[in-house]
């Protein structure tokens, strides 16, 4: 199967189901490859480094700043996240069409650099919707869910950058859309 990109990015407000439409694609279609971030929090409970995350630390993120390896890094909710040019790299020449499950400032950073990027900003399909889902996946606190959710009209401002925007109401349909957007008919 061909794709329109060799870089898709994807970003939503969290809890918006990216990171779920995300794996669903990855499962569905093997020409598919994630870009693994990489990320100055605490590794939780379960995660293997390399897997969801490649964990650093700061002295290692900041050295891997001065040596110019990330593609594109932001702070979010307190932590650094990153994209790491190797790994991208290596994706693409193994005939990957690479997904990006990033922040909306680093996908215009991807934007930036690979003139053949296409950007989804997955949207909820309301505020309320959004802090329910919050509040059901029971692994944040009020105080955190109040932050991300405060950062909801920046992000809502960055939409108009993406090439597309895919209301995740129903995930099936969300799915469906998105596949419609990143598959290639004539390919």
């Known amino acids: 199967m061909k794709f ?22 990855l499962d569905k279609h093997p020409g598919l490859a994630l870009s693994i971030s990489a990320t100055t929090r605490k590794q939780r409970p379960g995660e293997e480094d390399g897997k969801a ?47 990006f499950d990033i922040d909306v400032k680093g ?11 296409l950007l989804i900003f997955i949207k909820p399909p309301s505020k309320e919707i959004l802090r329910q889902r919050l509040i059901d996946r029971k692994s944040e ?3 955190t869910i109040n932050r991300r959710l405060d950062r909801l009209d920046f992000e809502y401002e960055q939409a108009h950058f993406f090439d597309y925007i895919v209301i ?20």
């Not at 990330?70 to 997904?99: C, D, I, P, Q, R």
């Not at 950073?109 to 053949?116: H, K, R």
Request: charged letters at 35%.
């Open 168 to 187: 995740n109401d129903k995930l099936d349909d969300a799915v469906a859309e998105v596949e419609k957007l990143i598959i290639d008919e004539n390919g």
């Open 4 to 25: 329109k990109s060799k870089h898709i990015v994807f970003s939503a407000p969290s809890g918006a189901g990216k990171t779920t439409i995300v794996k669903i694609l």
């Open 107 to 117: 996908a215009r950073s991807v934007q930036d650099e690979y003139d053949d990027a």
């Open 53 to 99: 995350y490649y964990f650093l630390s700061e002295k290692q993120f900041k050295r891997a700043i001065e040596e110019d390896k990330f593609l594109e890094y932001e702070e979010v909710h307190g932590n650094n996240y990153v994209t790491l040019k190797s790994k991208v790299a290596e994706s693409v020449k193994a005939g990957k069409t690479v997904l």
């Open 141 to 143: 606190d009020t105080e």
